[in-house]
């Protein structure tokens, strides 16, 4: 496993995301998130949506900042 990677849950309106962000260790979350630009990348990538529903599994996803509400480091 990558070092660099972090698992997280990110959740917006409509769907709940797990996968990995690349973070340097002992950099936070937060501190990724105001850096990034528009869009954070995913990768492998699972999105579900309400009633536990997987709509669909990625290698590489782009997540717009706008739409996301929560993000959750995993252990």
Do not use: C, H
């Not at 690349?22 to 990034?36: K, Q, S, W």
């Amino acid at each position: 496993m990558d070092n660099n990677k972090t698992k997280v849950t990110i959740l917006t309106g409509s769907y709940r995301i797990k996968g990995y962000i690349d973070l340097m260790p002992g950099a936070r979350v937060t501190d990724y998130l105001i850096e990034a630009k528009n869009f954070i990348a995913v990768t492998d990538a699972e999105v579900w949506e309400a009633g536990e529903r997987r709509v669909l599994t990625a290698p590489f996803l782009n997540v717009s900042r706008d739409f996301i509400q929560v993000v959750m480091p995993e252990s």
